[in-house]
């Protein structure tokens, strides 16, 4: 039973050990954000990264562009309705007075520093490093120590074509 359960276990691994590794690889740089556009920033990633992000994320390729946050400028620009002036209902047919209005609102509270998550992502780097790593051990021991390298080669290409042949899907 043991011998059946390690052949079982061999094969499964051989057969998923593609997506495994393209998992691990892209998981690693959407932990540092290498797919998306920095706020503030220049920094624009390759398309293939965005490509292979939305793989991960969405299972398709198809990346729709995002729209464009309006301009915070022009937001805080607006007039507010609130600042109308009013009619002094205090004299009835006089002359309309307009209220008072603070030139400026008061400022909203500083928001609090946000926390480093560098400790942890490099934490995930590390063991995406290292699911990395144990996947192609695995595939050279399978074929280091199996019987059927051909079955090997075989059960590889199958789990990378099956998932590029469900692509359009």
């Given amino acids: 039973m043991l011998k059946i359960l390690r052949q079982i276990h061999l094969y499964i691994g051989i057969f998923i050990s593609p997506m495994l590794l393209f998992f691990a690889l892209t998981?690693?740089?959407?932990?540092?954000?290498?797919?998306?556009?920095?706020?503030?920033?220049d920094y624009k990633p390759p398309m293939w990264i965005v490509t292979l992000a939305q793989l991960h994320k969405n299972q398709n390729v198809i990346v729709k562009p995002k729209k464009p946050a309006p301009p915070a400028a022009a937001a805080a620009a607006r007039p507010d309705k609130t600042d109308k002036p009013k009619p002094?209902?205090?004299?009835?047919?006089?002359?309309?007075?307009a209220v008072a209005v603070p030139a400026q609102p008061?400022?909203?509270?500083?928001?609090?520093?946000?926390?480093?998550?560098?400790?942890?992502?490099?934490?995930?780097?590390?063991?995406?490093?290292?699911?990395?790593?144990s996947t192609l051990t695995g595939i050279y021991m399978a074929y280091r120590f199996?019987?059927?390298k051909l079955l090997v080669t075989g059960l590889l290409l199958a789990g990378v074509v099956v998932?590029?042949?469900?692509?359009?899907?």
Avoid: N, W, Y
Avoid at 88 to 97: I, K, L, M
Avoid at 107 to 133: D, E, N, Q, R, Y
Avoid at 163 to 169: A, E
């Fill in 146 to 148: 199996g019987r059927s």
């Fill in 88 to 97: 002094d209902a205090a004299v009835a047919g006089g002359p309309r007075a």
């Fill in 106 to 133: 008061p400022a909203p509270p500083t928001p609090p520093k946000p926390k480093s998550h560098l400790p942890m992502k490099i934490f995930f780097l590390l063991v995406a490093l290292g699911l990395f790593t």
């Fill in 27 to 41: 998981g690693a740089m959407q932990t540092f954000s290498l797919h998306e556009t920095g706020r503030g920033s």
């Fill in 163 to 169: 998932p590029l042949v469900l692509l359009p899907f």
